[in-house]
């Protein structure tokens, strides 16, 4: 009985976690994982030099927010931030409108849905139209100009900016995993 019980609830268990994922994705070389190590210094691409190379839909306010983020995470791991630098940071921000249908299926199978026995069934659709938005934060090394580390963090979109607060959060969620271990594992 008691396996039956615990079977049931690793079941569960699985069930439940499965469908979670992570708001934070990680990539970068493996190759270049002891250069990585080996980086001292670091410089933030400013504002300008980001907008040729993606989609700028912070305003400058939040921008700064996420920019002071980064560097309060970067100096608190020892990195100095100086010209010329090791390697560079270029973050960029992208924007996609989404839309779940949830279909809450009142009542029991015939009549929850026509056509079945006319028009007196009771399901209902809830849908639901967000805005998500993507941090995309790119680690370029400055000998070769290539990029070597990439982490970004998806999230639903509010209709307030970011305080500072959530903005050292959400580079922080990211940039735990800077710089990648030895092995190229993450943490």
Known sequence: MNTHLFKLVLLG??????????????????VQIERIQAFTSY??????ARTGYGTIALSPLVDRRVENAIRN??????????KPADFRINFHT????????????????????????????YGRLFIDKYEEGTLVIDVIDTQ?????WR????RRLERNALSPVQAQAVVDAILINFPPLRDGALD
């Not at 070769?144 to 070597?148: E, F, H, P, Y």
């Open 94 to 121: 992208v924007t996609k409108d989404r839309t779940e249908v949830h279909d809450l299926g009142y009542g029991p199978a015939p009549f929850g849905r026509k056509p079945y026995f006319g028009d007196y069934g």
């Open 13 to 30: 268990t699985m069930l439940l976690t499965a469908g979670c994922q992570s708001p934070v994705a990680v990539d970068f070389d493996r």
């Open 144 to 148: 070769n100009d290539r990029l070597v």
């Open 73 to 82: 995470n970067l100096e608190a791991k020892g990195y100095a931030h100086s």
């Open 151 to 154: 982490g970004v963090h998806t």
């Open 43 to 48: 410089e933030v691409d400013t504002r300008e």
